[in-house]
């Protein structure tokens, strides 16, 4: 993908916190000890946008304005941890949980606006695959037989995943909003799925939508 790095932080998982979350990353560990000896995630602006937001964050349209929130940006890149950056906050499975998955890229201004909303696609399917691992190695959750998905389930994921609202996957396939819902929380049951993006994930890793 022409990644610099990749980056998974969870403090909420079992035995992990705050001040020692779970943390899976490819940065250089000079950089992250000074990360955590400058306090940065007290003004990480990466940070704050994603306890607020469901949607991935492109670092590129946050504000860096105060003086300390440059010095972070300018400091990382010189560490190398790349120009370019998309952060995916990720909620459950349980109330409570959240992670953040980051990737980043050394793109110039003009390479990142072209390929950008791609790694948007590419990310969120990456977070939430991660997540999944994550989650099951933690729990030791039982295999799920997908076998159990049905045609009209697959359908509704894969128009959802085509960027469709419930109301325009339940004219295509000619059926009511609410039972377009039904088919969606179905699947996610069945698929053991932390929400619908994570059903859709799923269902693109497994090959049940394309």
């Avoid at 964050?57 to 940006?73: A, G, H």
């Amino acid at each position: 993908m022409g990644l610099a790095h990749c980056i998974y932080h969870c403090p909420t998982l079992r035995g992990f916190s705050a001040a020692n979350p779970l943390l899976l990353l490819t940065y250089n560990e000079d950089w992250v000890e000074h990360y955590k000896r400058s306090q940065y995630v007290r003004i990480d602006p990466v940070v704050h946008a994603a306890a607020r937001s469901m949607l991935p964050i492109d670092w590129s349209k946050l504000d860096r304005t105060p003086s300390k929130v440059r010095r972070l940006f300018n400091e990382s890149i010189d560490a190398g941890v790349g120009r370019q950056g998309l952060t995916v906050p990720i909620r459950g499975p349980v109330h409570g949980m959240w992670a953040l998955m980051s990737i980043t890229t050394n793109d110039t201004e003009r390479e990142w606006s072209l390929r950008r909303d791609q790694f948007k696609k590419e990310a969120l399917l990456l977070a939430y695959c991660v997540h999944e691992a994550v989650v099951r190695i933690q729990n030791e959750a039982p295999v799920i037989d997908f076998n159990l998905i049905t045609r009209r389930e697959c359908e509704a994921l894969s128009w959802i995943a085509e960027g469709k609202t419930i109301e325009d996957v339940g004219v295509i396939l000619g059926i009511s909003d609410e039972t377009v819902k039904a088919h969606l929380d179905s699947a996610r049951s069945k698929l053991s799925a932390l929400n619908r993006p994570h059903a859709v994930a799923k269902a693109f890793r497994m090959g049940l939508i394309y």
